[in-house]
């Protein structure tokens, strides 16, 4: 028998109608009927929100992990229905709140109201839940029958139902006709920790797009602001520039104080600091290299790692780290 806990947040698979638009409105109850789960799987369901991801914050990821945390002790895996717009976010964050943890967590939602005809909503759920009970740890998102590891997915399309892709990694597995789980790969041997505390969420990081004719001055009136940490997403392999608004000299100056990390607008491939003087100038100037990792993974990895200290070089050495599979190990 196996016992799988399934956890509400809304979004559009809890959606009905309302005046201003799709809103959340069913409870995690409303969707037992929509499944059809082998005899030897028992779910029960706790509903945390009733939000669209959008207004999803910090905050409450905090209070998810808490809900996780409790209910990973007391059954053998837990599924998270959320919204698809900021699933990735969740995603990532619990993935570094729970690596090495020994029971798996998966988030899923849909891109239609699991009570509408035609909805990707019972099978995205079935399939959840089917992976939850499967005893492989990890944090994934299972969605449109793949399997996606929590912190190497992105929304990609807005309303197809294969939204999401894995762009530098591959898929974690399938669910093959909502019946069978398959994974791609071995299962990668963890530390199978039982229990972790949740570090506090709340440092601001900004997460700002590079474009071309940035102000340089703006970089320092981030931290100014408030903010403790800054992911930059340059050019191409992480490239800065530092002729005319010489972005290169203000993460000089900010790095011995503040964390910056580079990461890249190209959807594949990764930085590369090293490869062009505008890279390799920013990267001796302080800026620490994001590797391959996705946008939401860099950013909910430096709010984690901002939760256990504000030291830079810790931070950097954190980010040379891989905790969860979130970025390809050089
Ligand atoms: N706006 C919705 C949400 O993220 C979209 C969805 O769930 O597909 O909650």
Known sequence: MKRVLLLTTGGTISCGTSVQGLSPQLAGAEFLPYLSLPADIVLEVKDIFQLDSTNLQPAHWETIAEVVSEGI????GVVIAHGTDTMAYTSSMLSYLFYGMNKPVVLTGSQLPISENGS????????????????????FVAFSGR??????VHKAFTKKFDA???????QAGEVENHQKVIWRDEVVP????????VPSLNSPVLFLKLVPGMKAGLLSSVFSAGYRG?????FGAGNVPFLGEDLVEEIRRISAQFPVVVCTQCQYGGVDLS????????????AIPAGDMTPEAVYTKLIW???????VSLIRRMFETVYCNEMTKE
């Open 147 to 152: 399997i996606f590891y929590g912190a190497r």
């Open 230 to 234: 800054l992911v930059l997403e340059a």
């Open 190 to 197: 963890c530390c199978m920790v039982e229990q972790r505390n």
């Open 275 to 286: 490869l062009y003087s505008t890279g390799a100038l920013a990267l001796e100037a302080g």
């Open 164 to 170: 999401f892709i894995s762009p530098n990694a591959p």
């Open 305 to 311: 790692a901002l939760g256990q200290t504000e030291r």
């Open 120 to 139: 990707d909503g019972p099978g995205n759920l079935q399939d959840a839940v089917l992976t939850a009970a499967s005893g492989r740890a990890g944090v």
């Open 73 to 76: 002790k007391q059954y053998d």
